[in-house]
């Protein structure tokens, strides 16, 4: 199947030893309110455009105007995951937004697919909410592409190789040329982004945040060139945590959104405190918890803590996958803390179909 | 033919009735502007005045790498991927 990190730091990542197990109503009410999120997402995104809010949202001045052209521009977008709190209870609460550089697309969209297909057991007869991979064969011929589409990540990880290399699989399958470089070896002649055989990168999926292309050298040459990127560049606009409290401001008290604020002690109750540009569940402070990582320092986002449900012993989110604005499935990642890290267990789901 | 806008239709409002009805990809977004915008001067300030102070939460103002070296033929690279090799990018 060509899924190279099964393991990860030498523990197992794919857990098929496990299931979710969902109603076609439970998996409607998270595809309801993916989509509503999402369209939250739109209309805020505009608002944060048009007033001007990147000093909150953590955003420099000298990056706004490239998010700004690319919103106006109406560039679209790819894909993104929503990491949702559902207990089956409640409705699903949106944790935050992976809209810039979101993982574990290859194992939601293909390898759970095939478990569910190629399985004998609880899986015979049951439906998964999964048109991720036929989303994205779509997608790839209305996002408006040249015929060539590079596609690059930064080096020495294996992870985020499989799922660039996926990707280009589904470009390729779309019809689109799809070749491959790391980050480092983008080249710039002045007016132009090169690839190592010196032709102009018109177009490129880069697996590399928005926050660290603008903050490294070439960051500057972005504007001088034609080059069209994919996520495009107004997906650091949701990407911010800080993102997470407008949607609650323009939003108050929607269902599937959680108190948070860009000061601590204004949910009115226990909160969790999030780097703005911080990743993979680092340098988290939550009741009882402490994460390290590399983003101390940063501004912090304070959202209403909502602990996740354990099932089994395990703390399960739900990344709800959004492919060129669609809800097109879902993935299931879990944890043996109320933390999901980059090494927490994807886990397949199936459910009963009508 | 000529497609009548309806009473009291904002530009926006027009741009994203005519992206659904030609069935264009980026109708969501068009439609996405054009709801926000009925939207503005209903919300007080989110962010209580605290625009200034986050923006120097990563580098990225001012900076003109390889300025000047405009109609060069000579190829940089190593510009990206710095803080990559460094931190993991996956969410």
């Known amino acids: 199947m060509g899924f190279a990190f099964a393991d990860i730091a030498g523990e197992p990542y794919w857990d098929e030893a496990a299931h979710y197990r969902f109603t076609a109503a439970e998996i409607e009410e998270i595809e309801t309110a993916t989509t509503a999120i999402e369209a939250m997402t739109r209309?805020?995104?505009?608002?944060?455009?048009?007033?001007?809010?990147?000093g909150p949202l953590g955003i420099p001045d000298g990056a706004w105007a490239i998010l700004r052209k690319s919103w106006e521009a109406q560039e679209p977008s790819l894909y993104g995951r929503l990491d949702l709190r559902y207990d089956g209870?409640?409705?699903?609460?949106?944790?935050?937004?992976?809209?810039?550089?979101?993982?574990?697309l290859f194992e939601a969209g293909v390898i759970q697919w095939e478990w569910l297909e190629s399985g004998d057991g609880p899986a015979q007869?049951?439906?998964?909410?999964?048109?991720?991979?036929?989303?994205?064969?779509?997608a790839w011929s209305n996002l408006g592409l040249p015929g060539r589409v590079h596609f690059a990540c930064a080096r020495d990880s294996e992870e985020d190789r499989g799922t660039v290399d996926y990707l280009r699989d589904t470009a390729i399958q779309a019809g689109i040329e799809a070749p491959f470089l790391h980050m480092d070896e983008i080249g710039w002649d002045g007016r132009r982004f090169l690839d190592?055989?010196?032709?102009?990168?018109?177009?490129?999926?880069?697996?590399?945040?928005w926050d660290w292309l603008l903050a490294e050298s070439f960051g500057a040459n972005i504007p001088r060139a034609a080059t069209r990127w994919i996520e495009p560049a107004w997906r650091l606009i949701p990407a911010s945590k800080a993102f997470l409290?407008?949607?609650?401001?323009?939003?108050?008290?929607?269902?599937?959104?959680?108190?948070?604020?860009?000061?601590?002690?204004?949910?009115?109750?226990?909160?969790?405190?999030?780097?703005?540009?911080?990743?993979?569940?680092?340098?988290?402070?939550?009741?009882?918890?402490v994460t390290d990582g590399p983003y101390a320092g940063q501004p912090m986002l304070y959202q209403a803590y909502?602990?996740?449900?354990?099932?089994?012993?395990?703390?399960?989110?739900?990344g709800s996958w959004i492919i060129a604005g669609e809800a097109r499935g879902i993935g299931m990642r879990e944890d043996a803390t109320p933390i999901t890290r980059d090494?927490?267990?994807?886990?397949?789901?199936?459910?009963?179909?009508? | 033919m000529l497609g009548l806008a309806g009473c009291g239709e904002s530009a926006r409002d027009r741009e994203c009735r005519l992206a659904r009805e030609q069935n264009r990809p980026d109708a969501a977004q068009l439609c996405a502007r054009s709801q926000a915008s009925s939207r503005v001067g209903s919300f007080g300030s989110w962010y209580y005045g605290?625009?200034?102070?986050?923006?120097?939460t990563y580098a990225g103002d001012n900076r003109s790498a390889f300025a000047g070296r405009s109609g060069t033929s000579t190829v940089a690279r190593g510009g990206f991927g710095s803080t990559g090799a460094r931190a993991s990018s996956g969410g």
Do not use: C
């Open chain 1, 306 to 318: 909502a602990e996740l449900p354990v099932f089994g012993g395990r703390y399960p989110v739900v």
């Open chain 1, 245 to 289: 409290s407008l949607l609650w401001h323009l939003f108050p008290e929607h269902p599937n959104l959680l108190p948070a604020h860009l000061e601590p002690g204004k949910t009115g109750g226990p909160e969790i405190a999030k780097p703005l540009w911080g990743r993979e569940g680092a340098n988290i402070t939550a009741p009882g918890i």
């Open chain 1, 89 to 104: 209870a409640g409705p699903p609460k949106l944790l935050e937004y992976n809209a810039d550089t979101p993982t574990a």
């Open chain 1, 43 to 54: 209309q805020a995104v505009d608002y944060a455009v048009r007033q001007g809010l990147n």
């Open chain 1, 343 to 354: 090494t927490s267990r994807f886990v397949p789901h199936l459910f009963a179909g009508e």
């Open chain 1, 125 to 138: 007869g049951m439906d998964q909410f999964n048109s991720i991979h036929e989303a994205l064969i779509q």
């Open chain 2, 50 to 56: 605290r625009s200034g102070g986050y923006g120097q």
């Open chain 1, 196 to 209: 190592l055989q010196g032709a102009e990168i018109a177009a490129i999926f880069k697996l590399y945040p």
